[in-house]
C-alpha cells in the first residue's frame, strides 16, 4: 500500500470507531398528488415540459462517498391515480457516457439504472425493488430485513425509457394490483429513490441511506396521501401448455418419447394482503440451464439456486437462518398450493405439494416404487418493533413408510442501528425403511455488527449425527462449527482508488462428540476502484481431519474484475495451493496433492441488443513431488470447462439466446475414482415475453458424450475418446398466458 494512503486510513478508523459510524437524521416524507390524467413519457424527451406530481431531488450518494451529494442530477415526479402509482424519472448526463442495453428483462445490471423502492406496510421489514434502465428494461426483487435481496421475485408493471439530448428520462407505472398491502383506507408506505451509475461506482438515493446504519428500510421517507387505492380481487390464471419429443439414451440403448402437457396455475388475493396460489398439473421445468460449477473432488454438495417460477415467488416467506427448505429437492409434483401474507404484525407461509419423481427413480425391488412423496411445509413469524422477531417453521416430507419432518424455532434482535443477534434451534424426527425412528437437533446462533466501516460476525451451528432435513440444505452433520469474521473498509474520496478493505476470517469445527476435526484462518484484501473494478487476494490456511487422517493444507488466490468500458465486462481468478484427494483409487488412502484451478469470463456487448458471454473453468490435481502420503509423481486429474453463450435482442419482447457447453473430466483412474469423460452440448432458446407469466419458449437442446455403442441395439458398452455419441435430444414449446382479473 502505498506511503501517502495510511494516515488518512488510520485517522478515518479512529474517529469511525469512536463515533460508532452512525448519523441519524429525521426522515422526510412525501405527499402525493392524485392525478387526472397518467404521464406520457414523449412529452419529457426535450427537458422542457415538467411532469405531474411532487418533485424529488437532491440526491446524496451512498457509495462511492457515503452522504455527499450525486455526480449527476436526477430529478424524480411522484403521482398516483385509481389504479397506478407513477414515477417519472429525469436524469441529466452526458449522452455519450450513459450505458444502456436491449436486452432481456432481469439482464440490466452493468447499465445506467433508476429504481423505485416501496415498503407497502411502512413498518422498514420489506420493500419491494423496481429497477429500469434507460430503455426501459426492467428488473424486480424484494429485499428483507435479515435477508440476502431475492431478485427472483417477478410481477406485472409497466415502464419505459429513452435516450435524450441531456441524459435519459424514465416512466414507471406501478399497478396497485401487483402490489400487497393493508386495506387501511389512508396508506403510509416507507419510498426510496435511486439511481446507479456503472462507470463511476455511484448509488445515490433520496432520502440519504447510509451504509452506516445496518438497515435499509429503517431509512425509507415516509410516502402519504395514497387514498382510496386497493390491489382488488387480484384473480390471476395462468394456463400453460408444454409440448416435447426427446430421444435419451439409456443402459438398454435409445428411448424417443413425446409428451403434451397442459396445467393451470392460479392466484387469489384475499383481503389485499393475503395471497393464495394453486397449481393443477403444473409444470416445474426449467427454461433457463444452471450456470456450469466444478463438482468433481467436492466432499460436500454443491449449491445450485433455484430458477422455476412457482418456487421463486414470495420464497423469503419460508427463509431461515439455516435453510430448512430447499425447493429443488422437490422434483416432479403433480400439484401444488401455497399461501403467504401479512397481517397485524404477522407473516406466514405454507405449501402443499406432491412429488412424483422419487418414486420413479426408486430401484425396482423398493416397495416405495411409484408411490408420490407428500411435501408441507409452514412458516409462521411474529414481528415486533425494532426490526426484531421471532418465527417457527415445520417441514413434512412422507414417502410410503418413511418420513421426516423437522421443526424449528428462530429469531432475531436488533439491539441498535449496527448490531444483531439471531438464533436457531431445530428438531428432526425421521422414520427409515424399515421402521427404525431417528431423531436429532440443530442450533445456530449469530452475533453481527454492519457498517460502513466495521463489520463483524461470530457465527455457531451444531449438527447432531442423526439430524436429517429432507427438504432443506444442510451440506454437513456430527459438528459443532465457530467461525468468527472481521472486516474493514476505508473509502477514499476523488481518488482513483475508492476503498480498500482488510478482512481476517477464522474458525474450527469439532465432531459433534468433541474431536477436532477443522481449523482455518483467512486473511484477505480487497481494493475498489472506479468502472466497477476490484481486486481482491486472500489465502487459507487449513488443518482438516478426513478419512481419520489429518492434513494441513494451504491456498491462495487473486482474483481481478473490470467493467471500465461499458461494452466490456472482465473477471479472472487463480488458485493455487494444497488440496486433497477425496475419492482415491481403490486400494489408495486419501492423499494430500498439489492444486490450481482458474476461472475467467468476459461478457462482450458489441452492439446495444447482442451481448456474448465467455466463461472458462480450470482445476486440476497432481502429486506432490515429495511427501503427503501418496504417490510421489502424476497427475491425478484435470477438468476443463467452457461455456460460450449469446443473446440477441431483436425487441423488448423477443430473443434468441445459444449455449455451447463443452466439459472433460481426465482422470488418472490409477490415482483417483473418476471416469474419463467428455461432453458437448447445444441448447438454443427462442423467447418471446411479453411479462413474467405471458410468454412463448421455443427450444432444441443436443447433448453428446464419449461413449461407444454396441451393435445392434446401440447400447453404451464403454468410454471413448471423443464427445461424438448423442445422448440427450430434445424439441420443445412451452405457451403461458396471463389472465388478470
Known amino acids: 500500500m502505498h506511503r501517502r494512503y495510511l494516515g488518512p486510513l488510520l485517522s478515518a478508523a479512529i474517529l469511525q470507531v469512536l463515533s460508532g459510524g452512525v448519523v441519524h437524521a429525521e426522515l422526510p416524507s412525501l405527499s402525493i398528488p392524485r392525478v387526472s390524467e397518467p404521464p406520457v413519457l414523449s412529452h419529457y424527451v426535450d427537458g422542457t415540459q415538467i411532469p405531474p406530481g411532487v418533485r424529488v431531488s437532491g440526491f446524496k450518494q451512498r457509495e462511492p462517498g457515503d452522504g455527499l451529494d450525486a455526480q449527476v442530477e436526477t430529478v424524480v415526479y411522484l403521482s398516483f391515480d385509481r389504479k397506478n402509482l407513477y414515477a417519472v424519472y429525469i436524469c441529466r448526463d452526458d449522452p455519450s457516457k450513459v450505458r444502456a442495453n436491449l436486452t432481456k428483462r ?213 427463509e431461515t437462518p439455516v435453510n430448512l427448505f430447499f425447493s429443488r429437492r422437490v422434483a416432479g409434483p403433480k400439484f401444488g398450493g401455497r399461501v403467504t401474507g401479512k397481517a397485524a404484525g404477522w407473516a406466514f407461509g405454507g405449501l402443499i405439494v406432491n412429488d412424483e419423481a422419487p418414486g420413479k427413480r426408486a430401484d425396482a425391488d423398493d416397495p416405495r416404487r411409484d408411490q408420490t412423496a407428500g411435501i408441507a411445509v409452514l412458516r409462521v413469524q411474529r414481528d415486533f418493533p425494532g426490526q426484531s422477531h421471532v418465527g417457527g417453521i415445520v417441514t413434512d416430507r412422507e414417502w410410503g413408510t418413511t418420513a421426516n419432518r423437522v421443526y424449528g424455532v428462530d429469531g432475531r434482535w436488533r439491539m441498535n442501528d449496527n448490531w444483531s443477534v439471531r438464533a436457531q434451534g431445530v428438531g428432526s424426527r425421521t422414520v427409515l425403511l424399515g421402521g427404525a425412528d431417528v431423531a436429532g437437533g440443530l442450533f445456530s446462533a449469530e452475533l453481527q455488527r454492519e457498517g460502513r466501516g466495521l463489520d463483524y460476525s461470530a457465527r455457531y451451528l451444531q449438527v447432531s449425527p442423526d439430524f436429517r432435513t429432507e427438504l432443506g440444505f444442510v451440506r454437513r452433520r456430527d459438528i459443532r462449527d465457530f467461525n468468527t469474521e472481521v472486516d474493514y473498509t476505508w473509502h477514499m474520496e476523488k481518488s482513483r482508488v475508492q476503498s480498500i478493505g482488510v478482512n481476517l476470517e477464522g474458525g474450527a469445527i469439532w465432531e459433534f462428540a468433541g474431536g477436532l476435526q477443522e481449523w482455518s484462518i483467512e486473511p484477505a484484501v480487497e481494493v475498489q476502484l472506479a468502472g466497477q473494478t476490484e481486486i481482491d487476494l ?74 456474448l458471454d465467455q466463461s472458462y473453468l480450470y482445476s486440476k490435481l497432481d502429486t506432490r513431488e515429495s511427501g503427503g502420503g501418496g504417490p510421489t509423481r502424476g497427475d491425478i ?87 461424438t455419441t448423442s445422448v440427450g435430444r430434445q424439441v420443445f414449446v412451452k405457451v403461458s398466458y396471463l389472465l388478470r382479473y
Open 106 to 318: 432481469e439482464s440490466i445490471m452493468g447499465d445506467d439504472l433508476v429504481g423505485l423502492m416501496l415498503d407497502t406496510y411502512g413498518d422498514g421489514r420489506r420493500a419491494y425493488m423496481f429497477l429500469v434502465n434507460p430503455l426501459g428494461i426492467q428488473m424486480d426483487g424484494v429485499t428483507t430485513e435479515g435477508q440476502d435481496d431475492d431478485f427472483s421475485y417477478d410481477t406485472v408493471w409497466t415502464s419505459e425509457g429513452r435516450r435524450t439530448g441531456f441524459g435519459f428520462v424514465v416512466l414507471i407505472a406501478m399497478p396497485f394490483k401487483s402490489l400487497r398491502f393493508s386495506n387501511d383506507a389512508t396508506q403510509t408506505w416507507g419510498v426510496a429513490l435511486a439511481r446507479m451509475v456503472p462507470r463511476t461506482n455511484e448509488t445515490s438515493f433520496w432520502p440519504y441511506i447510509t451504509r452506516r446504519i445496518a438497515s435499509f428500510g429503517k431509512q425509507l421517507a415516509r410516502l402519504e396521501g395514497l387514498e382510496e387505492i386497493s390491489p382488488g380481487r387480484n384473480l390471476l390464471a395462468i394456463p400453460y401448455g408444454n409440448f416435447a419429443a426427446d430421444r435419451v439414451l439409456s443402459e438398454e440403448g435409445y428411448v424417443s418419447d413425446r409428451s403434451a402437457r397442459v396445467g393451470i396455475d392460479a392466484k387469489a388475493v384475499i383481503r389485499d394482503a393475503v395471497t393464495v396460489d394453486a397449481t393443477l398439473n403444473p409444470d416445474f421445468s426449467q427454461v433457463e440451464s444452471d450456470e456450469p460449477q466444478v463438482t468433481i473432488n467436492r466432499r460436500f454438495e454443491v449449491f445450485f439456486p433455484e430458477k422455476r417460477p412457482f418456487f421463486i415467488e414470495n420464497a423469503s416467506y419460508f
Open 538 to 611: 486472500r489465502h487459507w490456511n487449513i488443518f482438516e481431519r478426513f478419512a481419520g487422517i489429518d492434513f494441513r493444507r494451504h491456498s491462495t488466490r487473486a482474483a481481478f474484475g473490470t467493467q471500465w468500458l461499458s461494452w466490456l465486462n472482465f473477471e479472472t481468478q487463480v488458485e493455487w495451493g494444497t488440496e486433497i484427494n477425496y475419492y482415491p483409487s481403490e486400494g489408495l488412502a486419501p492423499f494430500l496433492a498439489r492444486a490450481r484451478s482458474a476461472e475467467a469470463g468476459i461478457t462482450i456487448k458489441p452492439w446495444s441488443r447482442l451481448r
Open 637 to 723: 486429474f484435470a477438468n476443463h470447462i467452457l461455456r460460450m453463450r449469446g443473446n440477441y435482442q431483436f425487441t423488448r419482447e423477443l430473443s434468441i439466446r445459444a449455449i455451447l457447453d463443452f466439459e472433460a473430466i481426465l482422470p488418472n483412474e490409477s490415482l483417483v475414482d473418476l471416469e474419463r469423460e467428455r461432453r458437448f452440448g447445444l441448447d438454443v432458446l427462442v423467447t418471446y415475453l411479453l411479462n413474467p407469466w405471458t410468454a412463448v419458449y421455443a427450444g432444441y437442446t443436443d447433448t453428446y458424450e464419449n461413449w461407444r455403442l454396441g451393435s445392434p441395439i446401440q447400447r453404451p458398452i464403454g468410454r471413448s475418446e471423443s464427445a
